[in-house]
């Protein structure tokens, strides 16, 4: 089973709309720790979020906002006004438990493509 | 620039053939991660080392070898390489490599197989 699905494989949006990237997790874990990464077409994965699991307060960083809802496993990704340089493909990372050592379980990505 | 530097950027090879990508971490960092990223299997962990020693390991095949060496950088060897292996590979660093520490990645190395 996947510990992290993005249901989304492609979302194609006009510029300035508002676009949410979903995103569910599966663990048993009560401490984990849930992640958003870009990959612009440059191909470099760029840290945006982290989010522990006893911190369900939501964020928000500019035009970007995240809502993590333990009662439904989920971890959303809320861009408001979208531009062009927001197209990229978009994943949602999971870190499970307590470990010295560091194992993220990737979603498949989002690729958001927003049109001028 | 995450500070992490991987090369080649670009790599061309045969099927069986040997090849060895490589990684230096940002500055201080200390452990060292490999994924794999393939349009079927999405990003896929491969195998991190903390300060030289082997620490977790994914779906990395037997083929697939890796190391960190005393000055932290890491390298990725893939021998008998088959069709299947083309895909981009990645590495990333973090601080410590505790569950909580987000990872910085490479600008990843694309391996073509022909």
């Known amino acids: 089973a996947q510990k992290v699905t993005q249901a989304q494989t492609e979302i194609s949006v006009v510029e300035k709309e508002d676009v949410t990237l979903d995103c569910v997790y599966e663990t048993r874990d009560t401490t984990y720790y849930l992640f958003w990464y870009k990959q612009p077409p440059s191909g470099e994965l760029v840290f945006l979020i982290r989010r522990n699991s006893f911190d369900e307060q939501n964020e928000i960083s500019g035009r970007y906002s995240w809502n993590f809802q333990k009662s439904t496993s989920s971890f959303n990704f809320t861009i408001t006004a979208s531009q062009v340089v927001d197209s990229a493909v978009y994943f949602c990372?999971?870190?499970?438990?307590?470990?010295?050592?560091?194992?993220?379980?990737f979603g498949s990505g989002t690729k958001l493509n927003v049109k001028p | 620039d995450s500070g992490v530097t991987q090369t080649p950027k670009h790599l061309i090879t045969a099927t069986g053939q040997r090849v060895t990508l490589r990684c230096s971490p940002r500055s201080g960092d200390l452990s060292v991660y490999w994924y794999q990223q393939s349009l079927d299997q999405g990003l896929q962990f491969l195998i991190q080392?903390?300060?030289?020693?082997?620490?977790a390991k994914g779906n990395i095949l037997e083929r697939f070898s890796a190391q960190q060496f005393p000055d932290l950088h890491s390298e990725l060897n893939l021998s008998s390489l088959e069709l299947g292996d083309s895909a981009l590979y990645f590495c990333?660093?973090?601080?410590?490599?505790?569950?909580?520490?987000?990872?910085?990645f490479g600008s990843g190395t694309q391996l073509s197989v022909l």
């Open positions: 990333a660093s973090s601080v410590g490599g505790a569950t909580n520490e987000k990872l910085f």
């Open positions: 080392y903390y300060n030289g020693e082997e620490r």
């Open positions: 990372a999971l870190s499970e438990g307590r470990r010295d050592f560091n194992k993220f379980y």
